[in-house]
């Protein structure tokens, strides 16, 4: 089924689940967004005077902190209807005061902090349920995730990766996402932290994916469940290895090096789209 709604992931600035509260003005600041071209971007994609968004700070340990600094954002865009939905758990999930905020809301954003949060709290829940029917069914509405908030709405998820000697079997974890993507695996930070082995491997492993490594302050646009837009400052790169002619993974012991051949990779700038089915870029 064609999804009629849209998903924006948004590569994220710094691991904001991760560091302490803001300790001095830099760091302030820095939590205050880079990525406000793309918040205007997300605001933009609605739909007028009211629309309601609903913050999802379940990867983050600063849950308030996080949620502020998108308040901030979007109120600097003149969207002042922004919620807080500060689900730690399962039970949380399924409260009816979140599934009817969740059916109000025009657009829902998962933050970063730890994928593997979103996961356990979501998965196999009506919430979940309920995101995945309003994003197939309906056309006003719109799903973000930034970091972790992003790569955890694929159907294959990386859950961390290891510090061993980079193109070997072995480095990378994967696990199962929030099944919003079936079609591609996202990476975050992606060229900041030098995440690319890990994304060579997890394409070894899945080679009928499309790997979308996101750089910061980078985004893309997702519509029809198949169309790619980059959007933000910087730049998108997929790998795809649906033509791989060689993939020595499945053979290999851990530790050893991977052998792959023709693996095709796409560099997109702002603007420029790629169709995941077709594996084509347009203009």
Known sequence: MIPKGKIVAIGGNEDKGSIPLPFNAEQAQRILFFEQGILKRIHDELYGIGTRIEVITTATSIPDELFQAYLHGFMLLGCDNVGHLAIQDREQAARPETLQ???KADAV?????DQLRITAAFNHTEALKLIRRRYLHEEKFLIAGTSAGAM????TMIGGSYETKPLVKGIVSLGDGLALLPHVIIDTHFVNRRRIPRMIEAIAMHPKLVGIGLGEDTGILISKGNEIETIGSGLVVLLDGRELQENNFRQLRTGEPLCLEHLIMHVLP????????KGGINN
């Open 101 to 103: 905020r969740l059916h």
């Open 109 to 113: 954003i998962f933050t970063g902090g």
């Open 270 to 277: 702002k603007g420029r789209s790629y169709f995941i089915d």
């Open 152 to 155: 955890a709405l694929c159907k």
